[in-house]
């Protein structure tokens, strides 16, 4: 795969759709090896493979230093759990796994209400869905849950007053990701991972037909 000829509204979009809820690469893959691009074409590339690849990897390390500015703060360290929960929801994967093993739970104690967690029915007409299939998380459309933690979330930055730390935490979390994903050596690894979500992509819109 080219990935100087992906633009940012595709890796976004990749990134919206892909599976996030596989396990982060191991550290010592995570910090193998790291060499200086030749050009800005080949760091264009690298840079959004690697931010595709690692992204589970990147998403914990952006946490964890935003989580590392508000040890003292309890509310703030709310307000960071709640910001990364509505970001997540973003990814129709999480949200569809999120909102699977929350009814999971609750069917456990109350199953008449497990039941209306379910996710409404999408009409099919001729054998193809009649929309496109909107996410759902507890029954409820997932734009619902992002717009209440954002407004939570916000509402808890406010009242820390932590928002000038959070956004330098951000900025060195970002810079770090940057930069990491500017000088990681993609490796066959990422390569064989970047084809097999591309079949599964063609396959699943070939399903779909």
Known sequence: MDWGNVTAEDLIEALREVDWSSPPRPLSEFFSRFTVPRSYAKWNSRLKCNLYYYRTNYFILIVLIVGLGFLRRPVAVLAAILTALSIAFLN????????????????????????????????????????????????????VFVFIFSSVSFILWYVSCGLSTVLWALAIALLATVLHASFRTPNLKARLNTFREEFRAVWRNYSEL
């Open 92 to 143: 129709d994967s999480f949200a569809g796994t999120f909102s699977e093993k929350v009814t999971r739970i609750v069917r456990q104690f109350s199953p008449h209400l497990a039941a209306k967690m379910r996710p409404p029915l999408t009409p099919v007409i001729r054998g193809r869905p009649s929309s496109k299939r909107t996410i759902h998380i507890c029954g409820r459309p997932c734009w």
